[in-house]
């Protein structure tokens, strides 16, 4: 298991170290296009950002959830407390990703070097 999750996060890190060289190329080849490559890594940066966000939300959900589940069955008299506060929780462990959505929409659409 932890063989696999370094051969993991190896090639995460070699396909970002790789990326900009890759793009730098391109631009090359094209003239030197500085949109090119601010949008370029503007959008491989949302991709992942939003990604990142997203799947830290789901397992934050999902051990809320587990745990609320459990406060339940062992102390069925408080599911009410245990549920209200599951909600806000959720509700707050929501408005990051939608944080995060925001930030990289804004960061997609604002583009200094209009072509």
Request: charged letters at 10%.
């Amino acid at each position: 298991m932890k063989r696999t999750v370094a051969l993991l996060l190896l090639t995460f890190a070699v396909v970002l170290f790789v990326t900009p060289l890759v793009f730098a190329e391109e631009a090359a080849a094209e003239g030197g296009g500085k949109a090119i490559d601010y949008y370029a890594m503007a959008v491989l940066g949302c991709g992942l950002a939003i990604g990142l966000a997203a799947f830290g939300t789901g397992i934050g959900q999902g051990i809320g959830l587990s745990r609320a589940c459990e406060g339940v069955a062992r102390n069925p008299g408080a599911s009410g407390k245990i549920t209200t506060t599951l909600i806000i929780g959720l509700a707050m462990i929501e408005s990051l990703c939608i944080y995060a959505l925001v930030v990289v929409l804004i960061v997609l659409f604002m583009n200094p070097f209009k072509v």
